[in-house]
């Protein structure tokens, strides 16, 4: 751990390097589609001798020049901008409270621009018990459900289970994820509930929009580092986040450590994965479960092999910051909780949803089920 800033170059050239790991050998214009798929390239382009090393100057032929690049990027977060504008104004007239996650709320705090971080969508954090009065909004505003139609019974089941639904503009096709837990089951759909994320929330401010409420410090730290092994490591973003994350917001460990709950080992696992790989400063200085760089490669090379979520992978022993009596008893719930293809595969009426955690069952008893 050398302990290199996110403003140094030689921190972006660590970005590069693991970049380069995923990207075809000796082609430069597919290397920098590498890094727009990664979604690095904004960060990387704010060192220019690093990145014109890269393209040339002026760029090789098949390179979108970096005005194109950013005029691209800066227009798709004006339109996130004015989406989220209209979806404040109407929420706040209903007296709905919400959080925004990622989109401009990450953008602004780990890079002090709405428009230096690349995204797609928004997504928004309400109380489970303004689910309903929200989707209401979100139809009177031309959003339908990505999911597609459900029976009362599949809708009920849905929010009981389930921590989130897509949304898709009819006319721009711009989408909204609205959830009403933090985390799905994987990670704990009952870890930090929406009451205690609000009562440490923080507001941010831009130009010409209206305040929003975001995560706190910690719990940014904890929602970044935990989503990195929810959904995957898929893209070299999610670990830029987490670096930026660590390095330019006002937290103590200790407190994110604690927030995480049972899942404090995971968001341990998580922190020195970038600290080795990235060569950063540890907020404790101290590491516990991969030791040195190669085996952090090791680990990150077999999490981006699979490409996808690690789910059942999570609720492994080892995984859980708690007794094992305590930690059993989560396992089984996460296993036996319902996912949106278990409640999909039967319409039972709302009266008979509680026979839905048998036919998610069904899944680990009879080969093929699923």
């Given at each position: 751990m050398d302990g290199l800033s996110t403003h140094n170059e030689f921190f972006a050239v660590r970005l590069l390097e693991l970049a380069r790991y995923i990207a075809p050998r000796g082609n430069r214009v597919k290397f920098v589609e590498t890094c727009e798929e990664e979604r690095i390239r904004s960060f990387l382009e704010g060192f220019p001798e690093v990145w014109q090393r890269i393209t040339d100057?002026?760029?090789?032929?098949?390179?979108?020049?970096?005005?194109?690049?950013?005029?691209?990027?800066?227009?798709?977060?004006?339109?996130?901008?004015?989406?989220?504008?209209?979806?404040?104004?109407r929420l706040e007239a209903a007296g709905i409270r919400c959080l925004w996650l990622n989109g401009l709320s990450l953008s602004l705090l780990l890079h002090r621009d709405i428009a230096a971080r690349d995204f797609e969508g928004l997504q928004l954090l309400v109380s489970p018990g303004e689910l309903a009065k929200v989707r209401s909004v979100l139809a009177d505003l031309d959003f339908e459900e990505?999911?597609?139609?459900?029976?009362?019974?599949?809708?009920?089941?849905?929010?009981?289970?389930?921590?989130?639904?897509?949304?898709?503009?009819?006319?721009?096709?711009?989408?909204?994820?609205?959830?009403?837990?933090?985390?799905?089951?994987?990670?704990?759909?009952?870890?930090?509930?929406?009451?205690?994320?609000?009562?440490?929330?923080?507001?941010?401010?831009?130009?010409?929009?209206?305040?929003?409420?975001?995560?706190?410090?910690?719990?940014?730290?904890?929602?970044?580092?935990?989503?990195?092994?929810?959904?995957?490591?898929?893209?070299?973003?999610?670990?830029?986040?987490?670096?930026?994350?660590?390095?330019?917001?006002?937290?103590?460990?200790?407190?994110?450590?604690?927030?995480?709950?049972?899942?404090?080992?995971?968001?341990?696992?998580?922190?020195?994965?970038?600290?080795?790989?990235?060569?950063?400063?540890?907020?404790?200085?101290?590491?516990?479960?991969?030791?040195?760089?190669?085996?952090?490669?090791?680990?990150?090379?077999?999490?981006?092999?699979?490409?996808?979520?690690?789910?059942?992978?999570?609720v492994a022993p080892e995984l859980w910051s708690c007794n094992p009596s305590q930690a059993l008893a989560l396992r089984l719930s996460a296993l036996l909780t319902p996912e949106l293809r278990d409640i999909r595969a039967v319409a039972l009426p709302p009266s008979l949803i509680f026979l839905y955690p048998a036919i998610r069952a069904l899944r680990f008893i009879l080969p093929g089920s699923s």
């Amino acid at each position: 751990m050398d302990g290199l800033s996110t403003h140094n170059e030689f921190f972006a050239v660590r970005l590069l390097e693991l970049a380069r790991y995923i990207a075809p050998r000796g082609n430069r214009v597919k290397f920098v589609e590498t890094c727009e798929e990664e979604r690095i390239r904004s960060f990387l382009e704010g060192f220019p001798e690093v990145w014109q090393r890269i393209t040339d100057n002026p760029p090789r032929e098949g390179i979108r020049p970096s005005l194109e690049f950013v005029a691209e990027r800066s227009a798709y977060a004006l339109q996130a901008a004015a989406f989220q504008e209209l979806i404040v104004s109407r929420l706040e007239a209903a007296g709905i409270r919400c959080l925004w996650l990622n989109g401009l709320s990450l953008s602004l705090l780990l890079h002090r621009d709405i428009a230096a971080r690349d995204f797609e969508g928004l997504q928004l954090l309400v109380s489970p018990g303004e689910l309903a009065k929200v989707r209401s909004v979100l139809a009177d505003l031309d959003f339908e459900e990505s999911d597609g139609k459900l029976s009362p019974g599949q809708e009920l089941a849905c929010e009981r289970w389930g921590y989130r639904r897509r949304f898709r503009h009819n006319t721009s096709g711009f989408e909204v994820v609205l959830q009403w837990r933090l985390f799905s089951h994987w990670i704990g759909s009952e870890l930090q509930p929406f009451e205690e994320l609000w009562s440490r929330s923080q507001i941010l401010q831009w130009e010409g929009l209206s305040r929003w409420s975001t995560l706190g410090m910690a719990d940014t730290l904890l929602y970044v580092g935990l989503s990195a092994f929810e959904h995957g490591w898929g893209r070299l973003q999610i670990m830029l986040d987490l670096v930026l994350a660590l390095e330019r917001l006002e937290f103590t460990y200790d407190e994110a450590l604690e927030l995480a709950g049972p899942r404090r080992v995971v968001l341990e696992r998580a922190v020195e994965l970038v600290v080795w790989l990235m060569g950063v400063p540890h907020p404790q200085q101290m590491t516990y479960h991969y030791g040195d760089y190669d085996r952090a490669l090791d680990e990150w090379a077999d999490l981006l092999s699979e490409k996808r979520p690690l789910q059942e992978e999570l609720v492994a022993p080892e995984l859980w910051s708690c007794n094992p009596s305590q930690a059993l008893a989560l396992r089984l719930s996460a296993l036996l909780t319902p996912e949106l293809r278990d409640i999909r595969a039967v319409a039972l009426p709302p009266s008979l949803i509680f026979l839905y955690p048998a036919i998610r069952a069904l899944r680990f008893i009879l080969p093929g089920s699923s």
